[in-house]
């Protein structure tokens, strides 16, 4: 499968806004968490940024998208209804 990186980028921050809309609280919670935890510090924000949380939104993206995509197939039909 070859993933074309500017329209996954695009489909990602759509995701993401869909996010924002359906669950305000978590994801306002997440950023203000995200702004805190990425000062500067013992650590850099660079470090600070590869250890966040912003992998497990984007894995939820990607599982939307395979629900939806599951959902969207049709349910087989049994060949042997007589």
Do not use: N, W
Not at 13 to 19: A, I, N
Not at 33 to 41: C, M, Q, S
Not at 49 to 78: C, K
């Amino acid at each position: 499968m070859k993933i074309i990186s500017v329209e996954l980028h695009r489909h990602l921050e759509e995701r993401l806004t869909q996010f924002g809309r359906e669950l305000p609280g978590p994801m306002t919670g997440f950023a203000r968490l995200r702004k805190k935890a990425v000062e500067g510090g013992a650590l850099s924000a660079k470090v600070k940024e590869m250890m966040g949380g912003g992998p497990g939104s984007i894995y939820a993206a990607h599982a939307l998208d395979a629900v939806e995509q599951f959902l969207s197939v049709p349910e087989p039909t049994s060949a042997a209804t007589a």
